[in-house]
């Protein structure tokens, strides 16, 4: 190739910033992308002078790879130590002298920085996530640091957290391929191993702007956000194309039974979950309802017979789970005493067996699907709940022009759908029970 | 040779452009021009039978915050049953005249609907957030919860069971451990120690209690019912009205309670909390003020001294000399009396030389004028960051009905940007020379057998259990 065809090739794509786009729903946004590949969604609101900025990069626990788990966490402590213009703990620093709060999630799919700040202090706040997505400060002293600290926090919460151990079995028997199952923070021994070079080619491969998503929603001028974004993302270089991950086969085969001893719980416990639909398939919404009939609120069906009517359990928790292409409806309760873990599967198996042999009534599927909407509207209600979630919404729905639709096909469910799929999805061959013990 | 000069053109131009932007990363941009921002506007209005509505309003929201606030709290509560007021509050919402314990429960979920019920020392909250389009079943149920209680017997157990574990859970805390034994000496024979009930008062509690004292306290008068979201004071008034209408004042005035005064001499506490690698503190005292223009300055002097991580407690105890992990100072604003507490995290070897530096910041306070840069900072921290903090509806309302109740609508609410800009450095510190020349009384929680050296250096340590009963003395190491 000749070296101006070359140079014309380039410049077409370095001009190659995409048109900004509209979505009304489920409320009013624009997008676009940058020609370094960054996702940008713009939100307007004023009724209060805040704005919140999140910068999502599509890269969680799941990019660990055997031997290196937690290096996705300790990235994400990472970001907060130090860039090419910002000293250590500066952006917390900076954020926090403005009355804003720093934040940052990890899940297996996505890391997410977001905050929120007084309106006028939006250039401080792009100042800074672009000069981290630029370049870190990644030397051996930095990871050392932030190693000891990742250490520290999980070795607290392994010796003093009743149960936790017992929440990472529980994984492993439900998702049996290393991606999924490893915990978020890591194995001490490989967070140990970790080096300053294993975290610099995680940060060059995942953090970059092809890679990420830069959502403001609050009160700004969009011509002048726009101004500012260009000014300080445009120039960051774009990394490497990834190459799409493969799908991991779901291999969950059950019934499973499994008994663990937990020497700090106090008191027994029992987790408890069925293998359903993953977020893609078209049965997914028909779980998400089934959700909020049986786990999700005081009025659903196992809260109600096993904490209120029965008092089997002392507490409980749980909801529908997806990692990857794969789902489960997970529960886990603590009890007085062992006799009571008997009584609760029995109690559950007669909530199983009811939603199989009978149509919900319509008050019921009514009331789920109030709980469903109004859990939607609290996941928006501040500015940066509504920036996490378009985040999480650019990862993880087919296109933004979807999310609306998307949201509303839970509440299309018949009754119907939902004793079919019971009767396909929670039987015994995809079942598992792990009960806790106390020593 | 063509080839490559060419190519080291176009890395020319291009490493300048990296290059003159590497100008403006250098450091922090200016922020944009700052927008002119006022509370939004708090609307009352007295309803025939003394039932005071506020409505704050917050378009395009989709949610309604309600908070149903009475002026009456566990100070009110008999003095041999501390915990009665919290045990009424709960209760009522678990059955009504018409609706089981369960009715209510459907009713709230069917409407996306949270109730939260919340009793301080002198307050009761009934906090209820619902989706807008259900105004009508959410006062409905709300007014059923408030004027048709049915205060059962059986659920009376339950609710008492429930806040027994609360209070079991709360004693595995040393944040809660610390600061109640404090509140324990600062409130000791006045009404609001009530509020510090444990689980041998609860026992003593009949349905007869509860009943007297719904029967005595509930009333329209007490309460202030707020209403944010989208929705105006006509709207909010009539409605209110429609489902509130029947509930009958007496006219009655709320109850008083004596002021509180600060303590006059320095307590040393010590709780053990064995296994705790950490050590908890929490000291402060009453401030002698009732004044409401010192409430301003007193903001101010909390920002500079230990509010946020900037402030002195922090940058001195945590970034320069390592001494803690955390360090904040608060204050609580009571209709009887302001409080000021302190709270540090700090590793077992620390203590001596982080309560130095705490009485050193203090003294300083007192002693020096802060420089202007300083109160220009917190004055800029202070006004920019309250919309972020009253961002979630919740938080507003809240505040808006604690604002109505200390009668601070027009003084507070509608002039904070003038109370706190005007404010000078001469004026903080005469209030700091008001307010705090009182010595701060202290709790340290954590586990005895790390902080031997502290003992060992200390004159007079109480020691005191969970429960807040005096176990011994320990002086200069020795058990007394």
Known sequence: ?439 | MRKRLIWTGIFLLFSNALLSQEKFRRVPPYPEPIKEWRLPRLEVAVLSNGLTVGVIPRPASPWLSLQLMLMVGESSSPENLSGLATLTARLMARGTTFLSSTDIEDRIESIGGKLDIYVSFDRTFFSFKFLKENLDEALSLLSQIILQPSLASSELDAVRRSLFYEIVDRRKEPESLAERQLLRWLFKGHPYERALFNEDSLRLISRRDVQAFYNRYFRPEYAILILGGEINLSLASRKVSHYFNVWKGESSSIPSIPVLTPLSERNLGFIDLPRAKEVNIVMGNILASHYVGDIYPLLVLNQVFGASPHSRLFMNLRETRQLAYLAFSQIEVFPSGWLFLIQVKLPPHSISAALKEIDRELSRLTKEKIPAAEVEQAKSFLLESLPLELEPLEAMTRRAAEILALKLVDDYWNRWPENILTLEASRIMEVAQKLFSVPMSVVIVGDARLITNFFEQSDKVKVYDAKGQHLYTISRGEEK
């Open chain 1, 1 to 439: 190739m000749s070296l101006f065809l070359f140079l014309a090739i380039s410049s077409s794509l370095l001009l190659s910033q995409t048109e900004e786009k509209s979505v009304s729903e489920p409320f009013p946004f624009v997008y676009y992308h940058l020609k370094n590949g960054l996702g940008v969604i713009l939100a307007e609101d004023s009724s209060l002078p805040v704005v919140s900025v999140a910068v999502a990069y599509g890269v969680g626990s799941r990019q660990d790879k055997p031997g290196q788990a937690g290096l996705a966490f300790l990235l994400e402590n990472l970001m907060f130590q130090g860039s090419i213009n910002v000293g250590p703990m500066q952006h917390f620093s900076y954020i926090s002298r403005v009355g804003g709060r720093p934040n940052a999630r990890l899940s297996d799919d996505m890391t997410i920085f977001f905050q929120t700040v007084p309106s006028h202090q939006l250039p401080l706040v792009l100042w800074l996530e672009s000069d981290r997505m630029l370049g870190l400060t990644i030397s051996e002293e930095h990871v050392d640091r932030a190693r000891a600290s990742a250490l520290d926090e999980l070795i607290q919460r392994r010796f003093s957290e009743p149960f936790f151990d017992s929440f990472l079995l529980f994984d492993q028997l439900l998702y049996p391929d290393f991606a999924r199952s490893h915990p978020l923070h890591g194995y001490e021994e490989d967070v140990m191993s970790l080096t300053a070079e294993d975290v610099r080619d995680f940060f060059r491969n995942y953090y970059v702007p092809n890679n990420a998503v830069l959502c403001l929603v609050g009160d700004f001028n969009r011509k002048r956000a726009r101004e500012l974004i260009e000014k300080y993302f445009e120039s960051i270089p774009k990394g490497r194309e990834l190459p799409p991950e493969p799908e991991v086969a779901m291999t969950f085969k059950g019934p499973v039974y499994k008994i663990y001893v937990d020497p700090l719980a106090s008191a027994p416990a029992f987790h408890l979950a069925y293998r359903v639909a993953g977020a893609n398939s078209p049965d997914f919404p028909a779980f998400k309802i089934m959700e909020y009939i049986l786990i999700r609120g005081k009025t659903s069906w196992l809260q109600r017979r096993l904490l209120r009517r029965e008092r089997l359990v002392v507490r409980m928790e749980g909801g529908l789970e997806t990692r990857g292409n794969s789902g489960f409806l997970r529960l886990f309760a603590v009890v007085n005493n062992e006799v009571m873990i008997d009584r609760s599967l029995k109690a559950i198996d007669g909530e199983i067996s009811r939603l199989k042999s009978s149509l919900v009534t319509p008050e019921e599927l009514e009331l789920a699907r109030n709980k469903y909407r109004a859990d939607l509207r609290q996941r928006l209600e501040t500015t940066a709940d509504r920036a996490v979630f378009l985040s999480e919404m650019y990862f993880r729905s087919p296109s933004l022009e979807e999310i609306a639709r998307m949201l509303e096909r839970p509440l299309k469910v018949t009754p119907s759908e939902i004793v079919g799929l019971a009767n396909r999805f929670l039987t015994e061959e995809n079942l598992a029970v792990l009960r806790v013990r106390i020593r």
